[in-house]
């Protein structure tokens, strides 16, 4: 497995999707976003009726192994497309219902070890890999060379995804949209497997009060100094 990877972990809403991106394109590396795995199951379970009072996790391992999920480099977007059946979903995975529906299916073992040989194999024949989740620090790619986690407080991250709607033209409930971040921050930091925390080497950054260029000029400073170091202990 490559050494070059970069790993982002933290709450949704707090930035890591965009510095994720940014330092992909810095350092020409792919990226890996395992939130839309656990989305793409979330929205699968929900479609077969699986997410009920009562969630059997063996009927959700079934489904991850019933389907065959591929991973596509998109150049472009620098992103690794992720593939059902050959086929790209269609389906909008990105709305906060089909959030929960991932943060629900995510507390599972059977779902979260299902999940663990693809995302690895995903870096091992990447020169660089950016990875973004809540576990690819602390599980995933325990052995990166630079490891982040990006925090904000509820309360930043629901005036950001309030005003991201407003100017997307839709109707927003701030009261809710700030009930389902707290609802979602509880159960991946509180779950039993590979719960939502910073790793014990990660640089932690809380940006809400920053703004995405100086959250990604001290992030960069941090990758920078790990990569020189990887470089002068490997020579
Ligand atoms: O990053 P995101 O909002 O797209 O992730 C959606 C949900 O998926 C998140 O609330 C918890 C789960 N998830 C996870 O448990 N582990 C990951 N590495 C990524 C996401």
Do not use: W
């Amino acid at each position: 497995m490559t050494n070059q990877i970069i790993t982002i972990d933290g709450p949704s809403g707090a930035g890591k999707g965009t510095v994720a991106y940014r330092l992909a394109e810095h350092f020409g590396f792919e990226l890996l976003d395992s939130g839309a795995l656990y989305r793409i199951i979330g929205l699968l379970a929900f479609q077969q009726g699986l997410l009920g009072d009562e969630i059997d996790e063996d009927e959700l391992e079934r489904l991850i192994y019933s389907i065959n999920l591929s991973f596509r480099p998109n150049t472009a977007q620098r992103t690794v497309q992720i593939l059902i059946d050959d086929k790209p979903l269609t389906d909008d995975i990105r709305t906060e219902t089909v959030g929960a529906y991932a943060s629900k299916v995510a507390v599972f073992p059977k779902v979260r070890n299902a999940l663990l040989d693809l995302q690895r194999n995903i870096a091992s024949n990447k020169t660089g890999l950016v990875a973004d989740g809540r576990d690819m620090g602390t599980v995933i790619f325990p052995d990166a060379c630079a490891k982040i986690f990006l925090t904000a407080s509820a309360k930043a991250r629901a005036d950001r995804r309030f005003l991201q709607l407003q100017q997307a033209g839709k109707t927003a409930d701030y009261d809710d949209i700030l009930a389902k971040i707290v609802a979602r921050d509880e159960r991946d930091e509180n779950r039993t497997v590979a719960p939502s925390r910073p790793a014990p080497d990660a640089l932690v950054i809380d940006s809400s009060d920053k703004s995405v260029d100086v959250v990604f000029d001290e992030i960069l400073a941090f990758v920078d100094g790990q990569l020189n170091s990887m470089t002068t202990n490997i020579n």
